[in-house]
């Protein structure tokens, strides 16, 4: 669809008041698509003028589209009487307290006419010796979307020295919607045929941008008109055209071609010719002047003139319809009830020409029964409300009760008891209470679901040797497994899944030759898959011996949680000591003096840790030096990378980046959000790149932004910019740059082998000697008082 014929926006308005005459559309959501406000050299500012031609009130809010995607942008709120015209001076720095180049979309309760003019008033010089350019408010209506097109025409510049040419020309768009697309400019000739290659802009929402034609196409338009299409997204655009004399600097503003339907004369609303109303079937009135009546006439309004479903039930009387009335095979069963006629236990049937009351089971089931159930409900649904079975099977060969089930995640069998009772319950003399088997390999051949404080999931109980099991009761429970199976499973998912507890003996005791021992799982928050508590101080909460293995092997998936998590309330214990003979290395995790510690032999490889993967220290970290390890990039598989970390004695955050100037020479960079709230004290250094220029830092970091100006346009520059921290926890803390050693550690070293002294003068020596003095006594004493294991 090709948006057609060019027009001047034609309504004026007269005011009184000093000012310039307001012409264009008024509407309730408007936009300006050209404004801006800048400080420099020769300053940029925009005046915008607002018209409320109505009786009432008119609330306005404007909002400030940056050349950048603008989802939630900056507002300003105003209101305007009936009749008034509101002028806003420097728009963009008094409402918006803001030094940047953009768009306004202006939304307004009633209909407002807006109009402004951006312009460039050198340093001293008054409004008379401005220069600047119109731009009329374009309803948003106009936009246009995927798949329509518009022309920008009247382009002329003859060369990329904007200054040689007569003219200079730019092209810009705004997105109206809050959607994001992408728009194709293809540069025509005077002839209608394309030169040289498009460009796409691809935009986000509410995003203003704008270009020199040059830079866009890259050759000579000494004539020359700009299509606009839409080509992806579901975002539309305001299109608009500047085109300067070179000389004088006489700005001009050209206009988009507007869509034909916009204009009255091609309008449908105002073109009709009817002079009058007839009436026609089923209708009576009419008349050719005045207030016209249609009424429906005696013949009434017969099936015909109905659409289809157009009459509802809601608008049929009871009675109303006759059985001479339906069509043959309009009721379908769907529209039976079974109301009178039949008797208690009489079900609906058919005679084989007739619907009939019939006694149930007449051409009900027969047993047995060879068909299948629904999809998804039950075959057979049997409740008893009184005193005995509601299914009983009595066999003297076989199963009383059998079920069998193929679905995995389904029970053969499944009984649910959410009183006191058992959901199932099986008695023995002789053989099995309940027997279940499963061949599924994550299935279980028993399974129960307890949910009262008082029962059990599982209970088996047999009176022929006097021996039970419970399973989640008071008992632990006992089991017997093979081939690697689970003799004992429990699951939970806020208490214990299996848990055991002795006066003497063991509370639970796993023994395997082939699989584990004991295995423990948990799904639930917090809680530990195997947990261990020893209240004697010479023992343990888990201890673990290996002539060859692992001693404690600690395994976990869940996010937040250890493989092994080991406390320690005594001042001289640790909650997990670890130590390997053959290399010497030995370490401890919340002993006496630190959380975790290790120590690590004179062998250049032996590790005092090692971790594998992300690592995180809620605290201050103080080491010897620092580096980064790697796999060679030039040779992965026999060399390694070093890099020494950049050491600060000042918390010091270092921030980067590229960005190129604007045609005005400035370049407005975003930090993050949080910049501010993060740092002080800013340094900036700044670096021209790809020719000579000079740059400057124009505006310094405020609201997390900062501006670049270069003494010519369109300069690339690369930014440095470091701050300090300020956070909370940074200005609590911060890093002691000089020290005095505390009197226990004065004549000590942190590295006395480097320093050429023996081992004895190292901090950790007589720590590290006390602890593993204190390991090995205790050592001794929990294994002297270890029963036999068998």
């Known amino acids: 669809m090709f948006r057609g014929k060019t027009f001047l926006l034609g309504l004026v308005v007269a005011v009184t008041l000093a000012q310039p005459t307001l012409a264009g559309f008024a509407g309730t959501d408007i936009y300006l698509p050209s404004v801006g406000s800048a400080v420099g050299v020769a300053p940029w500012y925009t005046t915008v003028w607002v018209y409320n031609p109505t009786s009432s009130p008119a609330n306005v809010t404007f909002y400030f589209l940056k050349r950048q995607a603008n989802p939630s942008p900056s507002s300003y709120t105003d209101t305007i009487p009936p009749g008034d015209v509101r002028r806003y001076d ?3 720095q008094f409402m918006f307290h803001e030094s940047n180049f953009g768009a306004l979309r202006i939304v307004s309760n009633q209909k407002v006419l807006v109009s402004s003019r951006i312009y460039a008033q050198s340093s001293g010089e008054g409004l008379r010796n401005s220069k600047g350019q119109y731009f009329g408010g374009v309803p948003a ?10 022309r920008i025409v009247g382009i002329r510049q003859t060369s990329s020295d904007r200054s040689a040419s007569d003219f200079r020309f730019n092209v810009g768009v705004v997105e109206t919607t809050g959607n994001s697309c992408t728009v194709t400019l293809r540069l025509v000739d005077e002839t209608g045929a394309v030169v040289g290659s498009p460009s796409t802009w691809n935009l986000g929402a509410r995003e203003q941008k704008q270009d020199n034609v040059w830079s866009l196409f890259g050759t000579s338009m000494p004539n020359h008109q700009v299509e606009i299409e839409v080509t992806g997204g579901t975002g539309k655009v305001i299109a608009f055209g500047s085109s300067i004399a070179n000389g004088s600097d006489d700005p001009s503003t050209v206009e988009m071609h507007f869509a034909d339907s916009l204009l009255a004369e091609n309008s449908t609303g105002g073109s009709g010719t009817i002079t009058g109303v007839t009436a026609g079937q089923g209708l009576t009135g009419g008349g050719t002047s005045g207030n016209v009546t249609l009424a429906v006439a005696n013949g009434g309004i017969t099936s015909g003139m109905l659409a289809d479903n157009s009459v509802t039930s809601a608008k049929i009387a009871d009675g109303s319809v006759q059985a001479a009335d ?3 095979g309009a009721v379908t069963k769907a529209k039976l009830a079974a109301s009178g006629g039949g008797t208690s236990g009489q079900v609906l049937g058919t005679d084989g020409t007739n619907l009939v009351w019939q006694a149930a089971g007449s051409g009900g089931f027969t047993l047995p029964y060879a068909g299948s159930g629904s999809a998804s409900g039950d075959l057979f649904s049997i409740t008893n409300s009184g005193t005995g079975t509601a299914i009983y099977g009595k066999s003297t060969q076989n199963d009383g009760v059998r079920g069998e089930a193929s679905v995995v995640g389904k029970s053969g069998v499944y009984g649910y008891n959410a009183a006191a009772g058992y959901g199932v319950k099986g008695t023995s003399i002789s053989g099995h209470g309940v027997a279940g088997v499963s061949g599924g390999n994550t299935m279980s051949g028993v399974y129960g679901e307890q949910t009262n404080s008082g029962g059990y999931a599982v209970f088996g109980s047999n009176t022929g040797s006097g021996n039970w099991g419970y399973l989640g009761g008071n008992e632990g429970a006992k089991g017997v497994g093979a081939n690697n ?9 806020s208490g214990y899944g299996v848990e055991g ?5 063991r509370g639970v005791f796993g023994h395997s030759t082939g699989a584990e021992g004991v295995y423990g799982q948990t799904s639930a928050a917090n809680k530990a898959g195997v947990y ?3 209240d004697n101080a010479n023992g343990y909460g888990v201890r673990g011996d290996s002539a060859s293995g692992d001693g404690v092997y600690g395994s976990s998936s869940g996010g937040n949680r250890s493989g092994v998590y080991g406390q320690n309330s005594n001042s001289f214990g640790w909650g997990v000591y670890g130590r390997n003979t053959n290399s010497g290395t030995e370490g401890f995790l919340g002993g006496a003096l630190y959380g975790v510690y290790g120590k690590a032999s004179s062998n250049a490889s032996s590790k005092a ?7 995180h220290v809620n605290g201050a970290l103080s080491k010897s030096s620092g580096s980064f390890k790697i796999d060679h990039p030039l040779d992965p598989e026999h060399k390694y990378l070093y890099h020494s970390f950049v050491e600060s004695p000042d918390m010091m955050n270092i921030y980067n980046g590229n960005v190129v100037t604007d045609e005005e020479g400035r370049a407005v960079v975003e930090l993050p959000e949080w910049f501010e709230a993060l740092n002080k004290d800013f340094r900036y250094q700044l670096t021209v790149i790809g020719r000579f220029a000079q740059a400057i830092v124009e505006e310094e970091i405020k609201n997390n932004r900062f501006v670049i100006r270069t003494n010519m346009a369109r300069v690339e520059v690369s930014w440095q910019v470091t701050g300090i921290r300020k956070d909370p926890w940074a200005e609590a803390h911060r890093i002691p740059v000089e020290e005095v050693k505390p009197p226990e550690e004065q004549g000590t070293y942190l590295n006395p082998k480097e320093w050429g002294q023996p081992e004895e003068k190292g901090l950790d020596y007589r720590t590290l000697t006390q602890l593993r003095e204190n390991s090995e006594a ?5 294994s002297g008082s270890q029963e036999h294991r068998p």
């Open 90 to 92: 420097d728009a963009v």
């Open 141 to 150: 209506s106009f936009a246009i979307g995927a798949g329509e097109k518009t």
């Open 609 to 615: 840790g090692w971790f594998d993967g992300s690592v």
């Open 501 to 505: 507890s002795s006066s003497s003996g």
């Open 326 to 328: 339906l069509a043959n």
């Open 485 to 493: 199976k689970t003799g004992v499973l429990g699951s939970s998912t």
């Open 778 to 782: 205790m050592t001794q004493t929990a």
């Open 532 to 534: 261990g508590n020893n």
